[in-house]
């Protein structure tokens, strides 16, 4: 069953705490793309990375992290420098305009 | 700042109507052009992309581009009430990105 995977659905995250989210595809494809949505808002770009350990910062990269160590997978890291994390967080793979998005994981700051 | 403009909306048709939705960009340069749906709650999902002046049909979607006027639009043939969703447009920036507009949220009403 082919497909891009996002875990958790739902993320808490503490004053202070780093989290890390998943991002897995098994569509063979180079390229993944991080965005965040806020309510109302269009997707911006965190980071993206067009091939195993290589990825350049999008536009609002400040306050995040990310590996490429394995073709499938694209781990974001939430740092505590990232003061305003609640947002809705989709993982993409593909070309830039064929992009195919994973189901999304809710930030939420407790 | 390349930037993509759509009214935010919400657009509201009769079912059976046609919905047009509209897109700005200013970047001269882009080159190609992208319509994504994205229900409540949901990841975006994409629907039409179109390269070339003129229109495009695909079944009940018909997207317009054009380029001089630096406008694209999407229209909805027969709209349904499971066409209700926002939709986004994005448009190329580089080989590796996208930039995407804050949607326009449709409404058809049964």
């Known amino acids: 069953d082919g497909g891009i995977t996002q875990s958790p659905k739902y993320l808490f995250r503490k004053e202070g705490q780093n989290v890390t989210l998943s991002c897995e595809q098994n569509?063979?494809?180079?390229?993944m793309y991080w965005y965040r949505q806020d309510p109302g808002q269009g997707l911006r770009l965190i980071y993206y990375?067009?091939?195993?350990?290589?990825?350049q910062k999008g536009d609002i990269a400040e306050g995040y992290s990310v590996s490429r160590e394995k073709k499938e997978s694209f781990p974001l890291t939430v740092t505590s420098a990232q003061k305003n994390p609640t947002a809705f967080y989709l993982c993409?793979?593909?070309?830039?305009?064929?992009?195919?998005f994973g189901p999304g994981t809710r930030l939420l700051v407790l | 700042q390349k930037e993509v403009e759509q009214n935010s909306g919400p657009l509201s048709v009769p079912e059976g109507a046609i919905a047009s939705l509209n897109c700005t960009y200013s970047d001269r340069g882009s080159q190609s052009f992208f319509w994504y749906r994205q229900y409540s709650g949901k990841s975006p999902e994409l629907i039409m992309f179109?390269?070339?002046?003129g229109d495009k049909e695909d079944g009940r979607f018909t997207a317009q581009l054009n380029k001089a006027s630096q406008y694209v639009s999407l229209l909805i043939r027969d709209s349904q009430p499971s066409d209700s969703a926002t939709y986004l447009c994005a448009v190329t920036a580089s080989s590796y990105k996208l930039i995407f507009g804050s949607g326009t949220r449709l409404l058809v009403r049964p």
């Open positions: 569509l063979n494809h180079d390229a």
């Open positions: 179109i390269y070339s002046n």
């Open positions: 993409a793979s593909g070309s830039p305009g064929t992009q195919y």
């Open positions: 990375s067009q091939i195993v350990n290589d990825f």
